[in-house]
């Protein structure tokens, strides 16, 4: 039988929000003799069947990273069958999330996607703005290091003197609650320029499952995980328990 949720003292902390590095669509493909484009396939329909039961098991927040600046530099028919997914699929695929009260954020420079799929992307984000409560973070041509050269510049920009907090907020996931669990797929076991600020206490999860094997089981596990594990903040196991 399908599980659901994390049992019993898990589900008491459960991640407000949880964000994945969607690793090995790919080497996925090519273990199977297909082309890497029918991998990014396969993940994007994973992507969708995750964060549905995502937000069925209670997290309000999910941030998934589909596209880095680094990955830019791939050869133009891959990006080009990538940038095609989106146009065929994601506004479909957007609006059967968001419409379970969802609000889209689309995180990275819009300028570096094609003019067509920007727009599609923005509309999307437009589409959903009207929902709260729950979120959904897509990183798009997005990096971490440009996020925060992107965030230093408006500061500058404004006269303003930066704190943590005031940061937090010029970044593209500002007022919303940091990442409790970044999970990655695909064996690799690195950050890759995701999150590198917000993520700064956040649990990681690797799996050495490539992300379209990766199932609704795998991710309860990674739930569970993390309600075993015991988040210090710096500070000593007694002064948790106090």
């Keep these: 039988m399908k599980k659901n949720k994390p ?12 964000a994945v590095i969607m690793d090995g669509n790919g080497r996925w493909a090519k273990k199977r ?31 998934v990273y589909a596209l880095s600046t680094e990955n830019l530099q791939r050869p133009k028919e891959e990006l080009e069958g990538l940038f095609d997914l989106i146009r065929r699929h994601f506004a479909e695929y957007m ?29 999307a ?3 959903s703005a009207q929902y709260t409560g729950k979120g959904l973070n897509v990183a798009l041509a997005y990096g971490s290091r440009a996020e925060l050269v992107r965030a230093a510049n408006i500061a500058v920009a404004r006269g303003q003197m930066l704190t943590e907090e005031s940061l937090s907020d010029l970044l593209y996931t500002g007022g919303q609650p940091d990442p ?20 700064a206490y956040a649990e990681y ?38």
Excluded: W
């Excluded at 008491?12 to 929000?17: A, F, I």
């Excluded at 609704?216 to 328990?241: H, L, M, N, P, V």
């Design 125 to 127: 984000e437009r589409d």
């Design 180 to 199: 409790d669990l970044v999970i990655r797929t695909g064996k690799e076991k690195r950050v890759s320029n995701f999150l590198l600020y917000q993520a």
């Design 33 to 63: 003799l297909m082309p890497r484009s029918f991998g990014h396939r396969q993940g994007m329909n994973r992507m969708i069947g995750l964060l549905e039961h995502a937000y069925d098991v209670g997290i309000p927040y999910v941030t």
């Design 95 to 123: 609006k059967r999330i968001c419409e379970r009260g969802v609000r889209l954020r689309v995180l990275g420079d819009p300028s570096l996607l094609p003019a067509d799929v920007g727009e599609i992307v923005a509309r």
């Design 7 to 18: 049992d019993g003292a898990e589900l008491s902390r459960l991640p407000r929000h949880v």
């Design 205 to 242: 999860y690797f799996s050495d499952k490539m992300f379209p094997e990766f199932s609704d089981e795998d991710f309860d596990e990674a739930i569970a995980e993390y309600g075993r594990r015991r988040r210090r903040f710096g500070k000593t196991d007694e002064q948790i328990s106090d």
